[in-house]
């Protein structure tokens, strides 16, 4: 890449970064039990302590 190819680079980065983030986000938010293994299991009954 001649001349402006770094900018160019940059934008291509810039531009494909976008979805990517915008899908983490939307997983995060609609499938939180991926999010956070724990909450998939049956959540342990608390201690008695004596």
């Known amino acids: 890449m001649a001349g402006g190819g770094q900018e160019f680079r940059d934008l291509v980065d810039e531009v494909t970064i976008e979805p990517v983030r915008h ?26 302590r004596r």
């Not at 938010?29 to 293994?37: I, K, L, S």
């Open 23 to 48: 899908s983490i986000a939307e997983e995060e938010y609609r499938y939180p039990a991926v999010r956070e293994p724990s909450r998939c299991r049956r959540p342990r009954r608390p201690s008695r």
